[in-house]
């Protein structure tokens, strides 16, 4: 079993830590570990977890690779073209020097973790595990446990990386079947501001488990821009959490995209810590053949003041499944909250099936919150119309769906990574991919 | 072109049609007027496909072919073409995207090049301009926010720009001022040929004004039950449909 795989491991990482006891990363690993050890992998008796199970996933004999090395050429093909960024290259969760591409810059950093603990040890103690709690979430400890090679992002005060960040994450199933667990920890000084995507792919066509965690915290009156994308093969396991806290005026907006992977289940858990804060989510998610994707986002008003904005659509095909679980909490002294939360979801096939929940809990009496949510079909005049004017089934199909995906793509602020969704969107629709 | 032939057709257990003939040859205008209720969109939809509709009885001949051997999409590559009594909104597709890939699609069934960027835009600035269209409604999303007018007027923009061989024009006058009338008459009599053919169905007779008919015929009950020239849309708008009903009761 999984469980038994990963105690071992850990075994053997921590034995190879030697003379690193005085980093504030490796300080909590036994921690963490005895907590996953002791709550093992999520089962469906949990709340959160009634619609995803694991017991596929544990079942398999996975290696937890120490080092990992690709070549050059076989990055290139998922490289998003055109785009001119600070290119990351991750290669099963550790960070790869040669393959990356960092502009740099005087006024903030970008790269490894450990890199960054030694320059600012102060900032990652202040932060690290701390965005995340891993006491509530046995997947965030396993990871906490397993932290090393992440990238670390930080901006001083009242600056920006002017290109954005763009983390490749590849993990390599050729010969094994790798675990990767990339642990990532990005700092917005007040003022300050970039722009990061995640982007996940698989090389090889072996079972692979991708459990991932990124801590993000938005100083006051920052503005952060996230995404994440999901494109790995029908043998890929991927669980993760991106924890957020904003603090007072800044603005953070998450983009998750995921259309490739046997199971995904992504949390995204935003603290609204102080006054006028901005937040929005999108996220457009395509399940098809038996694929399992689930979106469960948390946005936490703690006070008065703040908006959040949630966008989630989901297109779910053959036999697969998706899940989304919104939950808006605004709590007694976050007066005047703005929260909006909108999910739609298309039904292409008999055996899809869709599990939606908004879940609002609100405590504070003077606020403006609403949520819709939608499962339908594709709309059958619209089909009528487009055929009626030529247009074959196949191809109308691709054109109310492209239409219905757009609303999230359309958000998007990176022209070349828009350009790129598109385009794959499309090809994915068409079934060319 | 078109040939009808005891048309029978139903939905959801209703029958709706109930054994209609008609005849329209190339070159000729027809108007369908009759009360509300008695299947004339519904015959327009059988006409195009629509998957709701059962036909019991009947056949329909369109330029020889088997009407109902084809796929909606068939029918309008071959050049038939239905301009809505109620337009669709499609959100997240512009009109301009619609009509190029649609045109397309006709241009690939006649074995041809798809036409270039540039060749397109002439096109539809053309035939936005016979139609008094706005550039701007162009680039917006199909029908999104239009007006009932501006809806029936996009109808007949397409249908300019697509050029079919039969034209079944459902109520696209209703809702439209006095002026808007006149310029979507004016864009159809500019697109008749002698081997194109028009079906209108109105209830007003003001249309038929500007898009002159060859034939009029009164449908009741699912049944074309008279025939004539357009002097019976006048002496329908004078008398109304109670004629034709005393007469059906009395037969
Ligand atoms: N989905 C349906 N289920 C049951 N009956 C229907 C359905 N759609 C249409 N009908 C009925 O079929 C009959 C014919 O409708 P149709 O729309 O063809 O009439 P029409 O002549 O176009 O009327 P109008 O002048 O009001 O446009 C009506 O009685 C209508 O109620
Ligand atoms: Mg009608």
Redesign the interface.
């Known amino acids: 079993m999984l469980k038994e795989i990963l105690i071992k491991g850990f075994e053997k990482f921590n034995a190879g830590l030697n003379g690193e006891a005085d980093n504030p990363i490796h300080a909590i690993r036994n921690n963490a570990f005895a907590l996953f050890e002791q709550q093992g992998f999520p089962h469906k008796k949990l709340e959160d977890w009634k619609y995803t199970r694991l017991s596929k996933l544990v079942q398999n004999e996975f290696n937890i690779p120490d080092s990992a090395s690709i070549d050059e050429n076989s990055v290139k093909p998922f490289l998003i073209p055109e785009l001119k960024s600070n290119l990351i290259v991750m290669v099963n969760g550790i960070y790869n020097k040669e393959l990356s591409d960092i502009k740099g810059g005087e006024e903030y950093f970008i790269g490894s973790i450990s890199d960054g603990a030694e320059k600012y040890p102060d900032l990652v103690e202040k932060y690290f595990a701390k965005i995340s709690n891993f006491t509530l979430n046995p997947l965030s400890a396993l990871n906490t446990a397993f932290a090393r090679e992440g990238v670390m992002i930080y901006t001083g005060k009242n600056t920006g990386i002017e290109l954005p960040v763009y983390i490749l994450n590849l993990i390599d199933a050729q010969n094994s079947l790798p675990i990767a667990q990339p642990r990532n920890l990005f700092i917005a000084s007040e003022g300050s501001s970039f722009k990061v995507i995640e982007d996940f792919h698989t090389i090889g066509s072996n079972t692979n488990y991708t459990n991932a965690i990124t801590e993000i915290y938005c100083g006051k009156n920052s503005n952060v821009e996230y995404y994440k994308i999901q494109d790995d093969s029908d043998k890929s396991f991927h669980t993760g959490s991106t924890d957020v806290k904003q603090e007072r005026d800044s603005l953070f907006t998450a983009t998750t995209i995921s259309w490739g992977g046997s199971l995904i289940r992504n949390n995204l858990n935003i603290l609204l810590n102080d006054e006028n804060i901005e937040t929005h989510m999108y996220g457009l998610f395509y399940a098809r053949n038996r694929e399992h994707i689930d979106n469960q986002t948390f946005v936490d008003h703690a006070k008065p003041h703040c908006e959040s904005n949630e966008l989630y659509k989901g297109i779910i095909d053959d036999n697969a499944t998706g899940v989304f679980n919104g939950k808006i909490m605004v709590r007694t002294d976050a007066q005047k909250t703005n929260a909006y939360q909108s999910n739609n979801n298309i039904l292409l096939s008999e055996n899809a099936t869709i599990y939606a929940k908004p879940q609002l809990e609100i405590f504070a009496d003077d606020v403006k919150c609403s949520h819709g949510a939608t499962t339908g079909q594709l ?1 059958k ?2 089909m ?10 196949n ?2 199909k691709v ?2 769906l ?3 995906a ?2 999230v793509l359309d958000k998007i602020t990176i022209e070349e990574l828009q350009a790129h969704l598109r385009n794959l969107l499309l090809k994915k629709l068409k079934r060319e991919l | 072109m078109l040939t009808i032939k005891n048309l029978n057709a139903r939905i959801e257990e209703k029958e709706i049609l109930k054994g209609l003939n008609l005849q329209i040859n190339a070159g000729e205008v027809h108007a369908i007027m009759g009360p509300n209720g008695s299947g004339k969109s519904t015959l327009a939809s059988v006409l195009a496909g629509r998957e709701d509709y059962e036909v019991t009885d009947g056949e329909v001949l369109f330029e020889g072919k088997n009407l109902f051997d084809l796929a909606p999409e068939e029918r309008a590559r071959e050049g038939l073409f239905l301009a809505f009594q109620y337009p669709v909104e499609i959100p997240g597709v512009s009109n301009i995207n619609f009509m190029k890939t649609a045109m397309n699609e006709i241009r690939k069934h006649k074995g041809e090049e798809p036409y270039s960027a540039p060749e397109f835009m002439k096109l539809v600035k053309e035939k936005a301009a016979l139609l008094g269209l706005d550039k701007e409604m162009l680039s917006r999303y199909v029908n999104v926010g239009f007006s009932g007018g501006e809806k029936k007027r996009n109808e007949i923009f397409q249908l300019a720009v697509m050029q079919p061989k039969l034209a079944i024009l459902d109520e696209t006058d209703s809702g439209l001022d006095i002026d808007a009338l006149k310029t979507v008459s004016n864009g159809v009599n500019s697109l008749k040929s002698d081997n194109n053919a028009f079906l209108v169905i109105t209830h007003y007779q003001r249309l038929l004004n500007y898009i002159v008919p060859d034939f009029v015929h009164i449908m009741y009950d699912g049944k074309i039950v008279k025939s004539g020239d357009k002097e019976l849309a006048l002496h329908l708008e004078e008398f109304g449909y109670d004629f034709i009903k005393n007469q059906e009761v009395g037969v």
């Not at chain 1, 119309?385 to 247009?391: F, G, K, T, V």
């Open positions: 709309d005049d619209a009528f119309y487009l055929r009626a004017r030529s247009i074959g089934e191809e109308a054109l109310l492209n239409a219905f757009s609303d």
